[in-house]
């Protein structure tokens, strides 16, 4: 690989809310003015969802008044009528009786009764007439009275439908707008990536809180600290809900109960969307006996950092890509500079078999047997790989003593222009970019064997929900938030990692993380899950340190390791 420079009244609570979100745009900075407005919009549309139903209330009650006095008016209509026909009867029994008076004086030849009976039977017909005329107006009045009664009620009718309407419509409302989770509190475990993750995961975590009504207790792992705390919390009544496990410890926990199989969760049609974007090859080499303790959503990797101004000082034109270059760099670096030429975490504390097995698979071989029945710490390629890194040591001197640095301190060497290479995590990359080194930096892959087999070695982070969770549905939201493609494009942006979703490809522009991508993509030869893996790998660190130390033979201390590893898999 060639150096390269490389968001009182219904009107009034309406008015109060926009003169909130009035508020809200004068707030001190920028989360005052968004949590205000969010607030302020929250309340607004609360209030118009009020002043509607009430509008609507208001309607429906007046539409019920204008019916009243519509059934009033008929009823006075009628009795109106029923007034009216029974003058009418009696006017018409009055011209009956006149009637009969002039009959009888007809009769009996009383010209003068007749003669008066006449003129009364006349005006006793037209008052009948008249009364009837009148009876009938009386009634047709009854009969428009009633049809308005009719209306008046069919427009109450509608008016209390729309009353009705309008309050399923608020209640929606108020369902759209509830949190399912409210008053939940969820406790979340994870070792640290970096030095500011509660400050990071308080910002990522805010939105989710206030749309889901979860509160989450954030609580920093240490690394040292996993498997010892992890252990009693899952053995306790409270258990954290959701942890962050990476592949040694995932199946560990996983087959003693205490993660719930997230495989038929993401199986789930209504996941089926986001499952979609998630590689198979992630989820595979995570699965142990069929089933998936923890979504998967870190592919780590380790890279060599490389201060080109050391190496083009020492006179080496390329950055090495095997163990024979890398010795033969170090050495010129040694021999040319006051730099040292190399530094890879070599104890246990650091947890050195991450950032020494690509040595083991390049060299053709692995710590255990394929199917993970038998130990292979004393296998040829182990001891290849693992003298290796012990004559870096003892025999080349190109690394330092082990203990006379720890990572953190290997670390600070290279910032300080007094190493020339280092292998460690990408994560560095964007934290070296922000402090500006001051010297011209690339990164490469971990060099390959003498034959050019170049891998790149990680392990697997997963988010877990715990079997015993209180709370295991408002856990599996967690986990699904955290899993997702909003929430781990953020944090790789922090972190450079590898997400086995393939909907994340944004490094934010940058070359060195795309590059990583690219290498892990073509040679990636990662740890898979099982219960006993955690052990062997610390078996095979322990070997690492032992031989590192140049006072035990590298066959002498993967003797010993491959005894206890092998002790460790017959006690399964």
Request: hydrophobic fraction near 50%.
């Amino acid at each position: 690989m060639k150096l390269l420079r490389r968001r009182g009244s219904a009107l009034g609570l309406v008015l109060l809310a926009v003169l909130g979100l009035i508020a809200a745009s004068c707030a001190a900075d920028t989360g005052d003015i968004e949590a205000s407005a969010d607030a302020a919009m929250s309340a607004a549309q609360g209030a118009a969802t009020d002043a509607g139903v009430a509008i609507a209330d208001a309607g429906a009650a007046s539409a019920d008044a204008a019916a009243a006095s519509a059934e009033a008016g008929a009823a006075a209509a009628d009795a109106a009528a029923a007034s009216a026909s029974a003058a009418a009867a009696l006017a018409a029994a009055e011209a009956a009786q006149a009637a009969a008076d002039l009959a009888q004086a007809t009769a009996e030849g009383n010209e003068a009764a007749a003669a008066a009976a006449e003129a009364a039977l006349a005006a006793a017909q037209d008052a009948a007439d008249a009364a009837a005329a009148e009876a009938s107006a009386a009634r047709s009045e009854a009969a428009a009275a009633q049809a308005e009664a009719q209306a008046a009620q069919d427009e109450a009718d509608a008016a209390r439908a729309d009353a009705e309407a309008a309050q399923a419509e608020a209640a929606e409302a108020i369902a759209a707008t509830a949190r399912p989770f409210e008053g939940v509190t969820l406790k979340f475990g994870k070792a640290p990536h970096g030095e500011n993750e509660i400050e990071l995961f308080e910002t990522w975590f805010a939105p989710f809180e206030e749309e889901t009504g979860i509160t989450i207790e954030h609580t920093v792992v240490p690394w040292g600290d996993v498997e010892s705390t992890y252990t009693a919390s899952f053995a306790g009544d409270d258990p954290f809900d959701v942890t962050y496990q990476v592949s040694t410890h995932l199946t560990l926990f996983g087959a003693r109960g205490a993660f719930t199989d997230v495989l038929p969760l993401m199986s789930a049609p209504e996941y089926a969307s986001e499952r979609a974007h998630f590689i198979d090859s992630a989820i595979d080499a995570s699965l142990y006996q069929g089933k998936l303790y923890g979504v998967p959503i870190i592919i780590g990797s380790t890279v060599m950092f490389v201060n080109l101004d050391l190496l083009e000082q020492a006179g080496v034109s390329e950055i090495p890509t095997t163990t024979e270059e890398l010795i033969a760099a170090a050495q010129a670096v040694e021999a040319n500079t006051d730099a040292t030429g190399f530094h890879v975490p070599m104890t246990t504390v650091d947890f050195n078999w991450y950032f020494n097995l690509q040595n083991v698979h390049n060299f053709g071989g692995d710590i255990v047997s394929d199917d993970y029945t038998a130990a292979t710490l004393d296998s040829d390629a182990v001891r290849q790989a693992t003298q290796f890194g012990a004559d870096l040591i003892c025999t080349h001197g190109v690394q330092p003593p082990i203990g006379q640095y720890n990572r953190e301190e290997g670390i600070s060497l290279f910032k300080g222009g007094q190493l020339a290479m280092l292998l460690d995590e990408p994560l560095r990359v964007t934290a070296f970019e922000e402090e500006g080194l001051p010297f011209d930096w690339d990164i490469a892959p971990p060099v390959g064997s003498p034959d050019g087999t170049q891998t790149m070695f990680s392990t697997t982070g997963h988010w877990s929900v715990a079997a015993e969770s209180d709370h295991p549905e408002a856990a599996w939201e967690l986990a699904k938030f955290l899993s997702s493609a909003e929430f781990m494009t953020a944090y790789n942006e922090v972190y450079g990692w590898i997400s086995p979703r393939d909907d994340i490809t944004t490094f934010l522009g940058n070359d060195k993380l795309q590059r990583n991508l690219e290498w892990v993509l073509a040679s990636w030869d990662g740890l898979v899950t099982h219960p006993n893996i955690a052990q062997i790998l610390d078996e095979y660190g322990q070997a690492i340190e032992a031989a590192a130390s140049c006072e035990v033979s590298v066959d002498d201390a993967l003797s010993e390791a491959q005894a206890r590893a092998t002790e460790i898999l017959e006690r399964g």
